[in-house]
Structure formats: C-alpha cells, structure tokens
C-alpha cells in the first residue's frame, strides 16, 4: 500500500535523525570531555542506592538505570532499561527500551520496541516498530510518535500529540489536539481528548470501525497524487528508450539475429531464463559464505543485474517488431527504432493490468533474459571465419 510504504519511509528518517541526534551529542561531548562519566561493557547497571551526578553516557549490551542519574543520560545497547530517575534529558537507541521509572525533561528514544510506565516531565520524541504506553505513563510536554504499531492505554499527555503509524490504538486522556496519520485507527473506551482529533488517511475510514468515537473527531481522506509515479515511470523508459537507441545503432547486424534467434525458440528459450532466474540467486547466496569469493559474487551480481537490463530492453525491441510486423512485413533500419519505442509502450501498459499484468511481465523476464544469455553463448561458441 502507498501509505504503509510512507509510513515506512517516514519511520526510518526519524529514526536516523534520531540516531544521527543521538550521535552528535556523543561526539559533542567526547569532543569536550568535561563533566561526564562514560560505562561501556556487555553489562551496566547503575543501582538503587547509586547516584551519579556527572553526565551519563553508557554503551552495552544490556543496561538498567534503576538508580538516580542527576543529569543528562545517553544510551546505545541493546536492551535498555529505565527503572529510577534521570535529572534531566534521556536520549536512547537500542533494540528494546524499557521505562517505568523518571525522566526530567525531554526523552529521545529510537527502538525497535518501546514500553512505557512511567513519566516524562518534558516532549517525548520516539520511533520504533512497535511503541506502547501504558495507564500509567504520564508526559508533561508534547509526544510525537512515529512507527508500525502504536497502542496508546491509559496514558495522559499534556501536551500536543502528533502519532504516524499503520495501526494506532489508543486510550486514556489528551489534554491538547491529537493528530494521528493512518488508514487503522481505533479508540478505546476511555479515550478523553480536551481539544479536537484529527486523523489523516489516504483510504475511507467508518466510524463504526473506529471505536468510542470522540466528540470532536476530524477525518481527512487525502488521496495519494498519482503524478509523481507517472512522471517517474515517463523518465524511466525515456532513459530506457534512449539507451536501446544507442545501443541499436551500434549493434545493428546483431539485433535482427537476435529477434530472429529468440522468436524461433521462445519456450526453449523461455525456460533457460527461469533456471537462471531462479539459480543465479542460489548462486550468489553460496558465493557469498567464503570471504574469498565474495569479489566474484559482486561481479556475477553486476552481470547479471546489467543482462537484466539488456534482457528488458531487447524484449521490449522484440515485442514492438511483433506488433509492427502484424501489419506490415517490410523492415528497415528505421523499424528497429519504432519497434523499441512501441514495445516499451506495450510493457508499460502490460505492467498495470491487474492480476494477468504481473504473470505476463514475468513469463517476458524469463524469455529475455533466456534469450539473451543463449544468444550471448551461441556467439561465443560460433567458428570464427577469416579470409586467407
């Protein structure tokens, strides 16, 4: 779906800005080394009784503040854990972020799964995969949220609420506007806003389907543009049309062979472009195991992605000759010409056809690429001919 694929996108750009943050408050710091107290290991807790007055920055695999950090605290581990109290921001990265303890001011947090029971004093700004909060997390500042599930379950935000996720749940009490970006919302029972909802979606959304319904609810459908895919798809087979041109003009004897070649054996040929369609990849997996083969893997990769390319384009040349042909048996040089901008207009139009599209552009993969290899043979074995 177009909107899952943006949410995609918009999830992992605030995750890399959020890291990208995160870093460079590391390297800040580093660059200062003043006032802060620095843990790395696979292993770092800082007890109930410690206090750490310094700033706080700790790297492993597992981490757990159930003490009391004064000041600011970064940390990068795998799974995090926040039990006790931190003085004032928290900036986390990790594969799981745990917080039920206390957090000053502002939280940072870019996870793969955050879980939230306890309270922020100042904004939270979180990306992950999966991000819940339970009833008793309270923020005091704005929350803005970005992932692929969002269950929001009691929670009280003081603040504004921005959510963009392709599913949201959510309960509990928003004492300032609540904006959600997905085409799946549901709202709890308890769910109290104090000023408006607004959820924006690229599909219709029934109320029915949308829980208890508050009063000052907004929906706004905005359908996505199809004019930039079109534009993109004009400016892809434009530099596909201009690059078969060149290569016509420079291969002239070898492309009526071809299309004389691969249209006399079209199933034989069809079926050596599935094994290598399907082998080549298996081929590629292997090579890539022992570090010594790993260069011939890339170059295997590079010629078959560039035969692929070839493959289209030699179908595309072949399909519009076919279609010229019908009406007229006569060819010239300029028919060659013709027949690529043709069948590269017949590929478009073939690729959007529902169901029978994808079918039919896959059998004409398997017979490009087939021909276009066991033509690439049959020349390579042909007697070489000189004059003596």
């Not at 492993?60 to 970064?74: C, H, K, P, Q, T």
Request: hydrophobic share 50%.
């Amino acid at each position: 779906m177009a909107y899952q694929s943006q949410f995609v996108r918009f999830r992992k750009l605030l995750r890399a800005a959020l890291m990208l943050l995160l870093f460079s408050f590391f390297l800040t710091d580093a660059l200062t080394a003043q006032g802060s107290r620095y843990e790395a290991g696979d292993v770092f807790r800082l007890a109930e009784s410690d206090t750490a007055s310094q700033q706080l920055i700790a790297a492993g695999e597992w981490i757990e503040i159930a003490g009391v950090a004064e000041n600011d605290l970064f940390a990068a581990g795998s799974s995090i854990a926040i039990t006790g109290l931190i003085g004032d921001d928290a900036f986390l990265a990790g594969e799981s972020v745990n917080l039920s303890g206390i957090i000053g001011d502002m939280l940072l947090s870019a996870s793969e799964t955050l879980v939230m029971d306890g309270s922020v004093r100042g904004d939270v700004f979180a990306a992950g995969d999966e991000l819940r909060l339970t009833e008793n997390s309270v923020i005091n500042g704005k929350l803005f949220i970005a992932g692929n599930e969002v269950q929001i379950t009691g929670a009280t935000v003081a603040g504004r609420t921005r959510i963009a996720a392709n599913r949201v749940r959510l309960d509990g009490v928003f004492r300032d506007h609540v904006v959600i970006y997905s085409n799946d919302v549901e709202f709890g029972p308890d769910y109290r806003p104090l000023g408006d909802t607004k959820v924006v979606s690229t599909e219709e959304l029934y109320r029915e389907n949308m829980g208890n319904i508050p009063e000052q609810l907004i929906l706004d459908v905005k359908r996505p543009s199809a004019l930039p895919m079109l534009l993109f798809q004009t400016g892809l087979y434009l530099s596909m049309l201009v690059t078969g041109v060149v290569l016509i003009f420079l291969f002239k004897p070898v492309t009526a062979d071809l299309h004389r070649f691969a249209t006399e054996r079209f199933w034989k040929n069809t079926g050596i472009g599935f094994l290598l369609v399907i082998l080549t990849p298996l081929l590629l997996t292997l090579l890539l195991f022992p570090v010594i083969t790993i260069p011939l893997a890339i170059l295997i990769c590079t010629l078959f992605t560039v035969s692929l390319y070839l493959s289209y384009l030699a179908v595309a040349m072949m399909l519009g000759l076919q279609f010229i042909q019908w009406f007229s048996k006569k060819t010239t040089e300029l028919t060659y010409y013709w027949s690529l901008a043709l069948g590269l207009v017949l590929i478009a139009i073939i690729n959007n056809v529902p169901f029978i599209g994808p079918a039919f552009s896959i059998l004409l993969l398997f017979f490009g690429t087939g021909s276009f290899w066991a033509y690439a043979v049959k020349r390579y074995y042909e007697p070489v001919i000189t004059d003596v």
